[in-house]
């Protein structure tokens, strides 16, 4: 979701109904594609906490990227645990 789109509560509705039809489209898929589906969006979180680390790193940021690479580790290891899931 982007939130920087988000200007009014009718917009927030807007953005849900689409979420809400995406999660309605992985009702009818099988288990190994709902399985790719869940690595590709694991990764993509972890890619963005990976991005958010080295913002937070960048001089004169507040961002504090501890947080940040503490939740990245964690993906990582949940995507390593997937790796092993058939």
């Known amino acids: 979701m982007n939130f ?3 200007k009014t ?4 509705i807007t953005q849900n109904d689409s979420a809400k039809s995406l999660l309605n489209l992985l009702e ?3 288990y190994e594609e709902t399985l790719t589906v869940t690595k590709a969006l694991v990764t993509r979180l972890k890619d963005f906490h ?4 080295d913002k937070g790193l960048e001089p004169d ?3 504090n990227p501890l947080g940040w690479a503490c939740d990245h580790g964690k993906l990582e290891s949940v995507l390593s645990i997937l790796e092993e899931v058939e």
């Open 4 to 6: 920087s789109n988000i």
């Open 9 to 12: 509560p009718a917009d927030l």
């Open 28 to 30: 009818d898929i099988s």
């Open 50 to 53: 990976q991005h958010m680390v």
């Open 61 to 63: 940021n507040d961002i």
